[in-house]
Nanobody, 118 residues
Framework: QAQLVESGGGLVQAGGSLRLSCVASGNIVSINVMGWYRQAPGKQRELVATITSGGNTNYKDSVKGRFTISRDNAKNTVYLQMNSLKPEDTAVYYC????????????WGQGTLVTVSS
């Protein structure tokens, strides 16, 4: 089974930028959709952005124009470039990926905390 490990979280002032990375490792046959989700204190986990193996992207409306998701298929890595950060972006950010071909399964990373101060 594959695993996901995120990195890149931290504390940043409003208006600043951060870049999150998520590397997949283990028994990888195929990686289909990869994405980033976030969960703020007291709230449900929500989708931030996804990217298919072909590079098609989808974003939460509130991050459009500020966040960019990308992936390096050769490195089994997905990135989230976050610009113009706002305090409301504060959350634990989780990487998610769907693995497999005929039979597929999804894996979550352990999460990385992003804190945006005002």
């Amino acid at each position: 089974q594959a695993q996901l490990v995120e990195s890149g979280g931290g504390l940043v002032q409003a208006g600043g930028s951060l870049r999150l990375s998520c590397v997949a490792s283990g028994n990888i046959v195929s990686i289909n959709v990869m994405g980033w989700y976030r969960q703020a204190p007291g709230k449900q986990r929500e989708l931030v952005a996804t990217i298919t193996s072909g590079g098609n992207t989808n974003y939460k409306d509130s991050v459009k124009g500020r966040f960019t998701i990308s992936r390096d298929n050769a490195k089994n890595t997905v990135y989230l470039q976050m610009n113009s950060l706002k305090p409301e972006d504060t959350a634990v950010y989780y990487c998610n990926a769907e693995f497999g071909t005929t039979w597929t399964y999804r894996v979550w990373g352990q999460g990385t905390l992003v804190t945006v101060s005002s």
